[in-house]
């Protein structure tokens, strides 16, 4: 009787690339899919009502007709500048809190300065959103504010 060993068709060395490969590809699915249900259970990137962003209001000028929601768009696009500011305002600021924290020599009160420059910064462009909203808002009739009450509460998530 002689042994004759059936060589693989594979090598062990093509079968270890082939398992690193199939666990990169694991990792990945699974990452996805938990990223997807963190992002729903938490409320995606910017959860929040009407002033986040102005989303809610892109998204109800898609209701609206064409002429009325051009309007709308045109007011967005017209604050625009104004809320770029203030992001700026916040990149500064937090950079601003950074340098204050990582500075040689720690200095207490450069820091708090620094925390309430951020909190003035954040302020800043919460009011600028506000005010947006409500230029939008004002430019509707009194039956498109009467959609957009709607419009919003059929989107508010239940708590």
């Known amino acids: 009787?002689?042994?004759?060993?059936?060589?693989?068709?594979f090598s062990p060395r093509f079968l270890r690339w082939l398992l690193i490969g199939s666990?990169?590809?694991?990792?990945?699915v699974i990452g996805t899919v938990a990223s997807?249900?963190?992002?729903?259970?938490?409320?995606?990137?910017?959860?929040?009502?009407a002033f986040k962003g102005g989303v809610p209001l892109?998204?109800?000028?898609r209701v609206l007709p064409r002429e009325r929601a051009d309007i709308v768009r045109?007011?967005?696009?017209d604050a625009?500048?104004?809320?770029e500011a203030a992001r700026r305002g916040i990149r500064d600021a937090r950079a601003a809190v950074r340098d204050a924290l990582s500075?040689?020599?720690f200095d207490q009160a450069k820091f708090s300065a620094a925390l309430d420059g951020l909190v003035s910064a954040e302020t800043n462009e919460a009011r600028a959103k506000t005010a947006r909203f409500s230029e939008v808002?004002?430019?509707?009739?009194?039956?498109e504010r009467r959609q957009l009450h709607e419009w919003l509460d059929s989107r508010r998530p239940i708590r």
């Open 1 to 9: 009787m002689s042994s004759t060993a059936q060589s693989s068709r």
């Open 137 to 143: 808002v004002g430019a509707l009739s009194a039956e």
């Open 103 to 105: 500075g040689e020599g």
């Open 58 to 61: 892109i998204g109800f000028a």
């Open 23 to 28: 666990l990169a590809l694991n990792v990945l």
């Open 74 to 77: 045109q007011k967005l696009a």
């Open 80 to 83: 625009e500048p104004k809320l």
């Open 36 to 49: 997807a249900l963190c992002i729903a259970r938490f409320g995606g990137p910017h959860p929040g009502g």
